[in-house]
């Protein structure tokens, strides 16, 4: 493997949703880091002595009998410490301060700053940010002096003795937080940390990565969507290896949108690589036959999913191994990142028994492999194309899945997007989706159909996202043309933000 020198910044990872997006802000600044668990923090430390070390959130509680503790040889390593969120709380029990479960926040709050500090250097007085959180420091520990307040008087931040050890209770990862990387900065000037991360370099040393992970006699089986994820990865996979040794295999479950399949060709076309596709629909509806909870769904889905994609790649011949663009943000929802499931990815966690996989993307998010897209030349249909999930419009259907619910949903998508687009280029994802079926009137009838689910949402690394309020004229155009559709008789519009939604419905 390619040789890389070691980070200069250590993440322990205490479970947070957050963590990942932790090295993405560092990365947009320039810096790499480690994101380590606890205990594999521990064993790295023993090797390498980091500048900085970052002390993510968790969906624990420090007062937990189980709760992760900071390991050891953060202490050790006599370097400045930021703790944010269960880090904060970590840092305030462990040097003996008190945490409850008091003042708990969730979503923007603004904060008062109320001591001077080199964290907050630069910054104004009040500040917002975003805030996930149960616990809070309720007694600083000796010594230590309180930095920031939520406008309930509530710890915000902390300092220790020395200008070494930092605390904040709100996550300044998170774009919501508006001033959030200016913090980061400040900290990392603290620690004298140089900048040592050049996205420009990011295409060659995946394409050296691929081209050192695949044999030389080994040929590559895509599994291709047409998304920007896995059309990046065949272009990097096609410059890696050349075009005769990866082929595209997109599996139909009936869950395409329409006009889908011949995008799909467009842009693995202009990737440069050869496609099949399968016909799996049949095999899915039978699994599908029941089930109405949706990580049920995805669970059903993910296996027949890997079935075809190993039987497609057989069919082509000896030698193949399995890449797949799975992102930084499948793997945390998934809980492969050591966090809560927030919801199964159908392209994480496969066991291919003998058949080798490599995951190229799989610590990127979609902003980075949108610049990769770029990087590589691919059309703006690929770059700015909005995400389409794996299993499709199977899990954007509420309630069992059935061949007539997946045409219906089909014909509301194609009516709606080209409404929804007029709202501008700022929409990261419109989801179209598939209701409960409701009473409803249509000529002057008792009308017992589907309400269409119609979701928009605004964001750059799908961890956190706002969701849209559409304009008026947006929302009659669009109840207008679809209460048209034989089977609607009511349109939702759902403007949650994420959290406390996922982007998707299931």
Known sequence: MTSITSPSI??????????????????????????????KAQQWLEDYTPKAIILSGGNKSVNNQNAPQIPQGVFDAGVPILGICYGMQALAKHFGGQVSNQSPGFGTEQISLVSLSPLFDGLSDTQDVWASHGDTVSKLPKGWKKIATDKTGALAAMQGPEEKFFGVQFHPEVTQSTKGQQILENFLFICDCKQDWDAFNMKTTLIQQIAEQVGPHEKVG????????????????????????????????????????????????????????????????????????????????????????????????????????????????SGKTGGEVIKTHHNTGLDFGDTQQIEPLSGLFKYEVRELARSLNLPDSVT?????????????????????????????????????????????????????????????????????????????????????????????????????????????IDPTDKPSATTEWQ
Request: aromatic residues 6%; glycine residues 10%; contains cysteine.
């Open 10 to 39: 250590l993440i322990v990872d205490f479970g947070s949703q957050y963590s990942q997006i932790i090295t993405r802000s560092l990365r947009e600044m320039g810096y790499r880091s480690a994101l380590l668990s606890p205990a």
């Open 384 to 492: 700015n194309r909005s995400p389409f999930p794996g299993p499709g419009l199977l899990i954007r259907i509420l309630g069992e899945v059935t061949c007539d619910k997946l045409n219906l949903l089909r014909e509301v998508d194609r009516v709606a997007m080209p409404i929804l687009e007029k709202t501008g280029e700022n929409v990261a994802q419109f989801v179209v989706g598939l209701g409960p079926q409701t009473v409803g009137i249509k000529g002057d009838a008792r009308d017992y159909t589907h309400a269409a689910l119609i979701r928009g949402v605004i964001t750059t690394d799908f961890m956190t996202a706002k969701g849209v309020y559409f304009e008026q004229t947006i929302v009659e155009e669009l109840k207008s043309a679809l209460t048209q559709i034989p089977g609607i008789n009511r349109v939702w």
């Open 222 to 333: 895509l599994g291709a969507s047409g998304g920007v994820d896995s059309t990046v990865l065949a272009a990097l996979c096609r410059e890696a290896l050349g075009p005769d040794r990866v082929f595209g295999i997109c599996l139909d479950a009936n869950n395409l949108r329409h006009g889908e399949r011949d995008l799909i060709s467009k842009h693995l076309h202009a990737a440069g690589i050869s496609l099949q596709f399968v016909d799996i629909s049949q095999e899915v509806l039978t699994v599908l036959a029941g089930i109405t909870d949706p990580e049920d769904k995805r669970k059903a889905f993910q296996p027949v999913y890997k079935k075809a994609l190993v039987d497609a790649m057989q069919s082509l011949g000896d030698g193949f191994i399995v890449a797949q663009g799975t992102l930084a943000t499948d793997l945390i929802e």
